[in-house]
């Protein structure tokens, strides 16, 4: 599976960015799909996954102001935050995982959060 994220930039903080993932190729074994992030000098954090089932989970930091929702007849998983916050600036980088492991992983598209 190949994914192409997009939709990042600069916002204001208290505003709404929505982020896109859109997957090709083959979707056998992938579990699940998500968002992680990473800020300069900090690791990897998963934001938001999503299940083939449909469950969702979420990082406690984003819990209430991020959704994460998915068109499966499109394969593109969509990453929807609201209220914007400075310590959300990162580069946000879409990922699959297959099985159990986040195996696959999409270029990042960075979001800067203005205060």
């Known amino acids: 599976v190949q994914l192409q994220a997009s939709g990042g930039g600069l916002v204001q903080t208290g505003g709404s960015l929505r982020l896109s993932c859109a997957a090709s190729?083959?979707?056998?074994?992938?579990?699940?799909m998500g968002w992680y992030r990473q800020a300069p000098g900090k690791q990897r954090d998963l934001v938001a996954a999503?299940?083939?089932?449909?469950?969702?989970n979420y990082g406690d930091s984003v819990k209430g102001r991020f959704t994460i929702f998915r068109d499966v007849a499109k394969n593109t998983v969509y990453l929807q935050m609201n209220g914007l916050k400075p310590e959300d600036t990162a580069v946000y980088y879409c990922?699959?995982?297959?099985?159990?492991?986040?195996?696959?992983w999409g270029q990042g598209t960075l979001v800067t959060v203005s205060s």
């Open positions: 999503i299940t083939i089932g449909g469950l969702t």
């Open positions: 190729g083959s979707m056998f074994s992938i579990s699940a």
């Open positions: 990922a699959a995982r297959r099985r159990s492991n986040w195996s696959t």
